[in-house]
Nanobody
């Protein structure tokens, strides 16, 4: 049974930083290229890919957050992180952790079969 549990969201002033985490359990990816990723859904907008990391450690990051957000993982702890710096009000969203075991497109929502419940990030 796969479980993804996000934590670390909250409210922060513009220019500040937050690190959100995703504790994963039950994942048994064996194929190369499987993705773990962060998505977000802003009010009135579709869910969008923010950043992802594959099983080889290669990362992809959306242009809107490049240079400000960093995705990383701690395999020993089965935990995925998103370090968010220089936050802007437009980063306000619900942030979701997701897993794609088949190695599709890093930011294509339908490719991701497993999702967490989300953690809210509010930037004012």
């Amino acid at each position: 049974h796969v479980q993804l549990v996000e934590s670390g969201g909250g409210s922060v002033q513009a220019g500040g930083s937050l690190r959100i985490s995703c504790a994963a359990s039950g994942l048994t990816f064996s194929g190369s290229g499987a993705w773990m990723g962060w998505f977000r859904q802003r009010p009135g907008k579709e869910r969008e890919g923010v950043a992802a990391i594959d099983s080889d450690g290669c990362t992809s990051v959306a242009d809107s957050v490049k240079g400000r957000f960093t995705i990383s993982q701690d395999n020993a702890k089965n935990t995925l992180y998103l370090q968010m710096n220089s936050l802007k009000p437009e980063d306000t969203a619900m942030y979701y952790c997701a897993a794609d075991e088949y190695g599709g497109s890093w930011n294509f929502v339908p490719d991701f079969g497993y999702w967490g419940q989300g953690t809210q990030v509010t930037v004012s």
